[in-house]
């Protein structure tokens, strides 16, 4: 006698959605890219980024100089001056190779704060988004008092209250952001997880680590990592704000924000070699922007 068993509708439902899942998702994916290549903006501007990843990455091989060594006799010469085409600073150091050399802990302090935010905020969000009731409102309240304060007061406080360093610098900037994450992972979750594949997959007997793993966490994570990217450009100046207050980076580091406030006293004597540090601080922040924007108008395919 036959013991097969005939599967229900929510199984048959099931299996041909987890058949279909890699067909929709290489050709979502395809077409994200083919948008993206269509905006001359996303591009310039991820071009630009990945340019000055290469220069900070390559700045033992680029610098021209020691980024410590400096000489009173050369300090704040202009720019122009031979064999220091950026000038220098105000204990002689060269610009180029500061600003090089710079742009590593900058670009450091303004990515891993945001993904360890990511990270964090993600798996709190999900999991509110996902179980809702106590465990929702728990994590949600929490965030809401973290919302209550304005992100540079945060970050500002908890940095003077931990003291000055990259790694507090690093912390405070993480505790800032994690609640702006958890609040998108917990409403895009919301979105997703009374969907029809995922009723499926319960009416199926997968468990909710299952179904978050399999079925969640693939339509969410775009969104919030899109989210996430928007924020690098106002983690780094955030944490060039803390480096520019003495409660970041301390000297002789180099680092954009704390070369802003080291040169800030020679803003009349050489104004142009006293506003680099901001210009990168401004065109790497205008960069991570406007390469945002691209990626979440290329995810959108409502319509």
Known sequence: MSTATTPTAAEAELAVQQRQAPVRSQGYWAGVWK??????????????????????VFAPLLAPHDPYQGSMIRRLR?????????????????????????????????I???????????TLGVTAGFMGGKVNMAIMRVTDV????????????ISGALGAGIFNAIL?????????IIRVAESVTQGVRN??????????????????????????????????????????ILSSGLSFLGLGTK????????????????????????????ACI????????????????AMDVKG
Do not use: K
């Open 282 to 297: 401004f065109v790497t922040s205008i960069c991570f922007n406007l390469l945002s924007d691209g990626l979440r108008q």
């Open 146 to 157: 973290f919302y209550a304060f304005p992100s540079v007061l945060l970050a500002v406080a």
């Open 78 to 110: 202009g720019i122009g001056t031979p064999n220091y085409p950026l000038g220098t600073d105000e204990l002689g150091r060269d610009i180029v190779t500061r600003l090089l050399y710079g742009g590593r802990l900058s670009w450091f302090m303004g």
């Open 172 to 180: 405070s900037l993480t505790l800032v952001f994690v609640p702006q």
């Open 35 to 56: 948008r993206v290549r269509r905006d001359p903006v996303t591009i310039a501007c991820a071009l630009l980024l990945l340019l000055m990843l290469l220069a900070i």
């Open 112 to 122: 891993v704060p945001v993904a360890l935010a990511f990270v964090i905020g993600t």
């Open 195 to 236: 969907l029809d594949f995922v009723d499926a997959a319960r009416a199926s007997g997968a468990s909710g680590f299952t179904i978050v793993r399999v079925h969640v966490l693939g339509n969410v994570l775009g969104p919030i990592f899109v989210y996430a990217t928007g924020l690098i450009s106002v983690c780094m």
């Open 251 to 278: 000297p002789p580091e180099p680092e954009w924000g704390l070369m802003l406030n080291t040169l800030r006293t020679a803003i009349y004597v050489q104004p142009w070699v006293a506003v680099l540090p901001g």
